[in-house]
């Protein structure tokens, strides 16, 4: 836990889960990306409107994230009004909430409306899980969906591997082959390059977050992040694992 956090320690607890409020901008943008891959649903309440409204976290940019989908429509214009809001959210046994929040930018993809907000400063949280994975059906896999890792140093060479299974924030993957561990996980990444042939292509920055080599098989397994992509990156993956939930059990 970070410093900045144990501050903030709330003092009640709920079945051992600890609330406490996030102070810490990675910690609360790590909880936005949660409510991001699993497509939560925020709850927006704006000061002296008695109607609750509705969004979902598309993405996070450069110290903002991008809300969407807000319901009922008319909250689109508060939202470009600069109005503050508070916000909630409940998934999973993980519950946010922030005031005094604002828009400070509306954009749109394919006309489709969408606004920044900056990370809030001060989050009450409970409890964070991550996204469900799903792994490939056989007769996906065997097309050769894969995954390749772009080193940031420029003399490194490309890592192209095969993905296990895949999540809206991102994938386990194998990479065989190799008689020593080809990469760590403090290696800096420039990105990396999904491929689902006639399914999904996409670029996003990445991160391993884990990893394991077996000396045995020379197979490095990578659990890799996508931790940046673009707005329409961004919804072909999550219409990609929405296909998936429809035939494939959770990993």
Known sequence: MAEST???IAATRDNAIQSRYLTDPDEVAQIFKV?????AELQLRFD???????????DLKAGSVLIED???RDGMRLLREGKPFALAARIDGL???AVQNRAHKSDSERNVPFFHMALPRNMLCQQRRRATRFRLPLRVAANGAS??????AKDGKNLAGSIIDISAGGCRAEFSGHRFRPIHDDDPLDGCTLSVPNLLELRAKAAIRHSNFDTRRHVLTCGIEFTEMDVTDRRRLEQFVQS?????QPV
């Open 6 to 8: 144990q501050e903030g």
């Open 35 to 39: 409510l991001r891959d699993q497509r």
């Open 48 to 58: 002296q409107q008695a109607q609750p409204y509705r969004a979902k976290v598309l």
């Open 70 to 72: 807000i319901h009922p």
């Open 95 to 97: 519950y946010v909430h």
């Open 147 to 152: 995954v390749t890792l772009i080193p940031a």
């Open 244 to 248: 998936l939930a429809r035939i494939s």
